[in-house]
């Protein structure tokens, strides 16, 4: 079966959810498990109201749940405990859940981790991070050893365990972006973790309306293309999600600046 590149089926209605459901889509958390425990408290206080006869709520976490913030290790327990009660839950990879995979299996090459929001990864598993400029590669080695074992199995599970895209009535949900010249099954891993201007300035149609993170905005944006909810959480102290419903969307942000530790 031929299948359709993104651009072959452009929308001609506006984009609808999931029959009968309503969801949401988290942007990215990097590390900051004080604004996730927020977010979850928030859509747990809608949970009932949200339920259909259709289903109960979905929420899609659009990856980057580890790097640059204080407290990778807690955010991964967070989405690992449940929460929020009353949705059901889907979780998609990002290009840092894939860039600390890599380094975990293979250091030297995916050595420039560390300066990429790495370094607060190791000190959130109580691992000490090597010297990014003059390390050799036995500690290199050293490290990755030492954060293999940090890391909890329950942890390298939920790693494993990613999704790369999910599709939900006419919406995509994608961590970076897409090829307009591909199909959703054929995306390559550096479009659907890594893409940015070439995704971000296409005016092609997709063949679905694309909710995405990866590229920080100071708010979310909404197109009849795209939707973007990464507000930087790390650095802003804003962590926001998309809510859907029918053809409606909307924005819940949870914010909590003063907790905020820069480093």
Do not use: C
């Amino acid at each position: 079966m031929n299948l359709l590149r993104m651009f072959d089926r452009p929308q001609t209605r506006p984009a609808k959810f999931e029959d009968g459901r309503v969801g949401y889509a988290v942007g990215d958390i990097h590390g900051r498990a004080d604004l996730l425990a927020l977010m979850l408290e928030r859509l747990e206080d809608r949970a009932e109201v949200d339920a259909r006869a259709a289903g109960p709520p979905i929420v899609i976490f659009l990856g980057d749940y580890v790097d640059r913030g204080p407290e990778s290790d807690k955010v991964i327990d967070l989405l690992l405990s449940g929460r929020p009660n009353g949705f059901e839950r889907r979780f998609l990879r990002g290009n840092h859940e894939q860039i600390m995979q890599a380094f975990m299996t293979d250091p030297m090459s995916a050595r420039a981790w560390v300066l990429q929001g790495g370094a607060e990864t190791f000190l959130a598993y109580g691992v000490t991070p090597p010297a990014a400029m003059t390390a050799n590669e036995n500690e290199w080695q050293a490290a990755a050893e030492a954060l293999r074992a940090a890391v909890p199995p329950t942890h390298v599970a939920f790693l494993d365990s990613l999704e790369r895209y999910v599709t939900l009535g006419d919406y995509a949900f994608v961590h970076a972006g897409v090829d307009a010249g591909r199909s959703l099954e054929q995306q390559t891993d550096q479009d659907l973790y890594w893409v940015r201007e070439r995704f971000l300035a296409s005016k092609r149609p997709f063949s679905h309306r694309i909710v995405h993170g990866h590229t920080p905005v100071d708010k979310p944006y909404a197109d009849e293309r795209r939707i973007a909810v990464d507000t930087g959480a790390y650095a802003s102290g804003t962590l926001t999600a998309a809510r859907f419903e029918g053809e409606e969307v909307s924005f819940v942000s949870v914010t909590n600046r003063p907790n905020f530790r820069a480093g």
